[in-house]
């Protein structure tokens, strides 16, 4: 295509999907592995059977050691690079990040991407049927958390016969990546960590226990057997909103919508939609709705609460201290969901542990959703992080 | 001589006194520079602590652990590790709380090497006597009111903190254009002739 055509094609905002998959992994699909034995849970549970929804890019060299594990946040899915087919409009979650030549360059990595055990695109969560009852789990699926996500992913690892492997992600995905770095240091040789923490502080549980509250007060939900009636989707898109409420900063929230009002020029004096960022909301509210199931987000949320590496080994230098990995945090200036200081906490701890470590935050007005929109400062510093010699 | 000639010649100042594969830490390490020249000439490892976004970038960009920090708040993470050299290259004069910066420092190395611009360098007391100006030069370019130099010191002025705190001078290095001033007289006459110093100490 002639760089005219291209060129304008950007400037009209409208990018064809022949050019964006040019500079993307392409036309991928999701696999699923599907492991037939049982995994001894945190909870001292057993489960199992386990389906994994998981996508790769770029190729597994012989020696099987340039493997990246990309780990998804709290509504991700295995979906983070590449198109489903010609005709989808928006490319995988981290697509400007993964690819040839880019953060994660799949001319030199094999690109994993699994979506978390309790989810609900294609991993055995909550809306998965029980092969034991013929019905969906709802809540008798067992609680689980972050260690038993990593449980699950390292199930498709050993089934690539991968033992050595690059571990990273933003938020929970960064949560999923320390616990990586902890549980099979042998296994991980780098890992970066983006606007994450080593602990749920008290501010992001309370948030995550009224989006929960939220779902639970909604009179569909019926104790979460609401599969074959009607859809708990107030509750979920409300505790949407809450949650999307943390992921902006009251900066990124003014420059967005300011006082500025919906489709009127007056206030209505009315409870209906007045303000942009109501309907901002509101939308995003109902499009999660549309893709997520209630009973995931009450099962993902909880793991993520429950995530305390400390407590789990008695201090964070002890949870680091048989890794070999190099590591990498990143946080992000106006992110006040995982604040700057945690992940200085982290990086305390791994220097206290006597480990490679590199720290870095970026000024940042997007809050934690930068990890999904500062892409350029991210590849730069993650670029040079996987060159380096571990 | 230019400015980054300059510069080399003054690393390699640091380098020479530091052992093949020693352990360092470098506080505000800047861009990295010397960082990577101790790792490539003398197989160092270890870190540096940076408080810019852009310089942390520039030193992950040259393949170098840092972390971006701020060396006012302490070394307290560092304590144990065994460190060989801790390396303070031109930031003396501007961190806020110097005494504690160097103790911190004397705490986490086995020695310390500390590098400033010398205020009492002939040209700059001549300066101030004849212009009745802030002494500007080319280390020291910037205006009173946006200076990082909060801290300005002289040869002399290290002298009498060391000797009060009891710190052991292992080795003094005068500078004058990027090249160390071969001198008896060095106690004495340091703090004329000396555009720069170089320090190593222990506690």
């Given at each position: 295509m002639p760089f005219a055509v291209i060129a304008e094609a950007y400037t009209l905002g409208n990018i064809p999907n022949e050019v964006a998959m040019k500079n993307s992994v392409g036309k991928v699909e999701t696999k699923f592995y599907n492991y037939n034995g049982k995994i001894t849970l945190s909870s001292g549970r057993e489960f199992g059977p386990v389906q994994i929804a998981y996508e790769t890019y770029g190729t597994l060299n012989d020696a099987k050691d340039n493997a990246i594990l990309i780990l998804h946040a709290l509504t991700g899915d295995a979906h983070s690079a590449g198109y489903h087919s010609e005709n989808d409009k928006k490319a995988g979650w981290w697509d400007e990040m993964i690819g040839p030549d880019k953060a994660f360059d799949t001319n030199k990595y094999f690109v994993i991407s699994s979506n978390v055990f309790g989810g609900c695109s294609g991993t055995t969560g909550p809306s998965s049927v029980n092969p034991e009852t013929g019905k969906r789990y709802g809540l008798s699926f067992p609680v689980i958390t972050i260690e038993d996500t990593v449980t699950v992913q390292k199930l498709l690892i050993d089934y690539f016969g991968i033992k050595k492997l690059i571990v990273a992600g933003g938020s929970m995905g960064g949560m999923q990546a320390m616990s990586w770095a902890a549980s099979y240091p042998e296994y991980v040789t780098k890992t970066i960590v983006i606007a994450s923490s080593a602990s749920s502080n008290a501010q992001s549980i309370a948030f995550n226990a009224v989006g929960r509250n939220a779902i639970f007060s909604d009179t569909n939900f019926n104790n979460g057997d609401y599969y074959d009636g009607d859809y708990p989707e107030r509750g979920l898109s409300v505790a949407r909103m809450i949650g999307h409420i943390t992921y902006l900063c009251q900066e990124s929230m003014h420059k967005k919508f300011g006082r500025r009002l919906q489709n009127k020029e007056k206030l209505t004096f009315d409870f209906g939609i007045d303000f942009q960022v109501e309907s901002y909301l509101q939308h995003q509210g109902l499009s999660f709705v549309e893709r997520f199931d209630a009973n995931s987000y009450i099962y993902i949320t909880k793991a993520v609460d429950y995530f305390d590496l400390e407590e789990q080994y008695g201090s964070l230098e002890k949870a680091f201290e048989k890794s070999n990995s190099s590591f990498l945090i990143i946080s992000f200036?106006?992110?006040?969901?995982?604040?700057?200081h945690q992940s200085k906490e982290i990086t305390q701890a791994l220097v206290k542990a006597k480990k490679d470590v590199s720290f870095c935050e970026i000024k940042s007005p997007?809050?934690?959703d930068a990890f999904l929109l500062e892409f350029d400062t991210q590849t730069n510093i993650i670029k040079s992080f996987l060159k380096k010699d571990s | 001589m230019n400015f980054s000639d300059a510069l080399h010649l003054k690393y390699n100042i640091i380098c020479e006194l530091i052992e093949n594969g020693s352990h360092i830490l470098d506080l505000g390490?800047?861009?990295g520079t010397l960082l990577k020249m101790l790792a490539e000439k003398k197989h160092t490892y270890g870190k540096g602590i940076e408080i810019s976004q852009e310089n942390v970038i520039k030193c992950i960009n040259k393949g170098l652990s840092v972390i971006q920090g701020n060396i006012d708040e302490g070394l307290e993470d560092f304590e144990?590790?065994?460190?060989?050299y801790v390396i303070l290259n031109q930031t003396l004069q501007s961190v806020h709380k110097p005494d504690f910066v160097i103790d911190e420092m004397l705490k986490t190395g086995k020695k310390v090497i500390v590098s400033f611009p010398n205020f009492g360098y002939w040209r700059i007391r001549l300066y101030l006597l004849f212009k009745g100006k802030m002494p500007k030069s080319e280390?020291?370019?910037?205006e009173w009111y946006d200076t990082p130099n909060i801290h300005l010191l002289t040869v002399k002025d290290f002298f009498d903190f060391c000797e009060k705190r009891h710190i052991n001078i292992l080795k003094t290095i005068l500078v004058r254009k990027a090249r160390p001033i071969k001198s008896k007289f060095k106690r004495y006459f340091a703090d004329i002739f000396a555009e720069e110093v170089v320090f190593v100490i222990s506690g």
């Open positions: 200036s106006s992110d006040w969901l995982y604040p700057t997007c809050g934690h | 390490c800047g861009d144990g590790q065994n460190i060989d280390m020291l370019p910037f």
